[in-house]
Structures are given as structure tokens and as C-alpha cells.
T-cell receptor, first 113, second 113 residues
Framework: AQSVSQHNHHVILSEAASLELGCNYS??????LFWYVQYPGQHLQLLLK??????LVKGIKGFEAEFIKSKFSFNLRKPSVQWSDTAEYFC???????????FGQGTTLQVKP | EAQVTQNPRYLITVTGKKLTVTCSQN?????MSWYRQDPGLGLRQIYY???????DKGDVPEGYKVSRKEKRNFPLILESPSPNQTSLYFC????????????FGQGTRLTVV
């Protein structure tokens, strides 16, 4: 069965620290990969997406992610976090064949000023 | 503007009182789906539809119904809501096939007392 696993459920960092959130998926077909962010009390917002090509993708607000096909991973990174990055982050995989979007469990990021 | 419109944004209801949450998209997408978001569980798919008059159960369909009489609309129906259906609900739509991403509604926060 298709699944998405996020390694970290709750991460606490100080401002200016570097961030890496792990995401692994299991699916053998064509996939489109996403990271979403949800700020407190708000709806989902797309951070970045990967369809094909350069495995290092850049998104909004200084975030980037690297697709490693051999590891079925799509980890999210940011060199220096800010207090305003406090939010919940979701990795997701969309099957190109079926249209189904599967989410990881989410990672709550708390950035201390 | 491409968008998914969900209504209402907030709803408080009593156990057993039937309710409908509406969802409409203007992108002519084939695939529409409903998710519920609960702390620690991420977003789980309730029902999905791959086209008009084609609907199927997702991962957590119990207690919900949907319909897809028109391509743009995909309402979520709770015939007899119960407190365990208190949650944050999202509607989404996307194309099927190729490089595609999902578009989300603003969310509906439902409380069943």
C-alpha cells in the first residue's frame, strides 16, 4: 500500500538553526512530491513541489527539498529558520496514475526566538 | 482565479443533526476528494471521486457520504454526526495524470456536541 512517513513529529529549534525534516514514501509508480505548511489556525499552503528534472527544488520562504529516488525520500531543508516558520509541515505524494494524494503524519516545528 | 471553495468555514452542530459541507472547484478537475485533519494523524482521505457519478471510499469513510452529480461540486454529507467527527475538513481537487498538484479549500472546522 502507498504510504508516506515523516520521521520527526515534533521539532524544536532556536532561530537561525538549520532545519531538515525527513520524508519517505512507498510507491512504485510515477509520483509527484509536495511539502505543505500550515500556520496556526490557517489552511494548507504549498511550500514546494517536485515533478521531474533537477532533484533539488526550491520553494517559497527559503525552503528547499531534495528528491533522492534510490532512497524514496524527499527531505525538506532550510539553512536558517525564523520564529515565523513555526507551523506544521506535511509531506505528500500524489500518484500520477490515480490522482490520489497521500499525506504524512505531519511535523510540528516550534522555533524559539 | 483557480480555486476550491468550501462552505461553511466554521460549524457547530448537535449530535444527529444532518449537515452538508459544500465544495466547488472551477478548474475542470476530474479528481476531487475530502480529507479530515486530526492532531497526530495528519490528513486522512474520507472519500474521493475520479469523475462525475464516480465516487469511492477513502481511508476513513465511516459516517460520511458524498455525491458527484456535476464535475465542479463534491459535497460532503454527514447524515447523523457524532462527536468523533469533530475535526478540520479539507476539500481538494486535481487533474489525473502527468504533472499535477492538488488545490485545497480553506477548510471547515466542524464541532459536534
Amino acid at each position: 500500500a502507498q504510504s508516506v512517513s515523516q520521521h520527526n513529529h515534533h521539532v524544536i529549534l532556536s532561530e537561525a538553526a538549520s532545519l531538515e525534516l525527513g520524508c519517505n514514501y512507498s510507491y512504485g509508480g510515477t509520483v509527484n512530491l509536495f511539502w505543505y505548511v500550515q500556520y496556526p489556525g490557517q489552511h494548507l499552503q504549498l511550500l514546494l513541489k517536485y515533478f521531474s528534472g533537477d532533484p533539488l527544488v526550491k520553494g517559497i520562504k527559503g525552503f528547499e527539498a531534495e528528491f533522492i529516488k534510490s532512497k524514496f525520500s524527499f527531505n525538506l531543508r532550510k539553512p536558517s529558520v525564523q520564529w515565523s516558520d513555526t507551523a506544521e509541515y506535511f509531506c505528500a505524494v500524489l500518484s500520477g496514475n490515480t490522482g490520489k494524494l497521500i499525506f504524512g503524519q505531519g511535523t510540528t516545528l516550534q522555533v524559539k526566538p | 482565479e483557480a480555486q476550491v471553495t468550501q462552505n461553511p468555514r466554521y460549524l457547530i452542530t448537535v449530535t444527529g443533526k444532518k449537515l452538508t459541507v459544500t465544495c466547488s472547484q472551477n478548474m475542470n478537475h476530474e479528481y476531487m476528494s475530502w480529507y479530515r485533519q486530526d492532531p497526530g494523524l495528519g490528513l486522512r482521505q474520507i472519500y474521493y471521486s475520479m469523475n462525475v457519478e464516480v465516487t469511492d471510499k477513502g481511508d476513513v469513510p465511516e459516517g460520511y457520504k458524498v455525491s458527484r452529480k456535476e464535475k465542479r461540486n463534491f459535497p460532503l454529507i454527514l447524515e447523523s454526526p457524532s462527536p468523533n467527527q469533530t475535526s478540520l475538513y479539507f476539500c481538494a481537487s486535481n487533474r489525473i495524470g502527468g504533472n499535477t498538484e492538488a488545490f485545497f479549500g480553506q477548510g471547515t472546522r466542524l464541532t459536534v456536541v
